[in-house]
T-cell receptor
Framework: KNEVEQSPQNLTAQEGEFITINCSYS?????LHWLQQHPGGGIVSLFM???GKKKHGRLIATINIQEKHSSLHITASHPRDSAVYIC????????FGPGTRLSVLP | DTEVTQTPKHLVMGMTNKKSLKCEQH?????MYWYKQKAKKPPELMFV???????INESVPSRFSPECPNSSLLNLHLHALQPEDSALYLC???????????????FGDGTRLSIL
């Protein structure tokens, strides 16, 4: 069974800081999904990647298949980035990480 | 605005009630998912439908009964629920089943369910 871990669990940053959230998994996967969940509950898909790097606005996601590791970076963080960030590993089944709770202070 | 619509947004029911949660998408997606999410925990997969057929049932108690009447609709019928079933119930869809191809899932805003 795939185990998915995220670090840190909680993160508080000042507006403008560069943020990195890490995700690691234990068995091979076909793709990794980064999701954002705001306090209201709705989940937004940020990236789905199986290799390399993807960028959208201030968000960058990378994955290293050999090391079974992915990172989500947020440049020039803003209070509206405050949310829970979840990585989900897609392989034989879907396994969600525990989430990283990010608070960006003005 | 989400492309996956869930109704109702909130539901309060007693343990003897029967109610249904509804999920609708018009993106032509052929895989649809139900998740349960407790506070401060990640979503847990409950059911997956692929081409209107139940593909995955993650050992969910029979008091939860899914139904996929057509490719755009997914229901979750609830009966004799327990207080511990109070949670956020999320629906998602993807073009095809994720184990077949790398299709991102699109999530609804969820139904917040409280069992009295």
């Amino acid at each position: 069974k795939n185990e998915v871990e995220q670090s840190p669990q909680n993160l508080t940053a000042q507006e403008g800081e560069f943020i990195t959230i890490n995700c690691s998994y234990s068995v091979g996967i076909s793709a990794l999904h980064w999701l954002q969940q705001h306090p209201g509950g709705g989940i937004v898909s940020l990236f789905m990647l199986s290799s390399g790097k993807k960028k959208h606005g201030r968000l960058i996601a990378t994955i290293n298949i050999q090391e079974k590791h992915s990172s989500l970076h947020i440049t020039a963080s803003h209070p509206r980035d405050s949310a829970v960030y979840i990585c989900a590993a897609y392989g034989q089944n879907f396994v969600f990480g525990p989430g990283t709770r990010l608070s960006v202070l003005p | 605005d989400t492309e996956v619509t869930q109704t109702p947004k909130h539901l309060v029911m007693g343990m003897t009630n029967k109610k249904s949660l509804k999920c609708e998408q018009h993106m032509g997606h052929r895989a649809m998912y139900w998740y349960k999410q407790k506070a401060k925990k990640p979503p847990e997969l409950m059911f997956v439908y692929s081409y209107e057929k139940l593909s995955i049932n993650e050992s969910v108690p029979s008091r939860f009964s899914p139904e996929c009447p057509n490719s755009s609709l997914l229901n979750l019928h609830l009966h004799a629920l327990q207080p511990e079933d109070s949670a956020l119930y999320l629906c998602a869809s993807s073009q095809t089943l994720n184990t077949d191809s790398n299709q991102p899932q699109h999530f609804g805003d969820g139904t917040r369910l409280s069992i009295l």
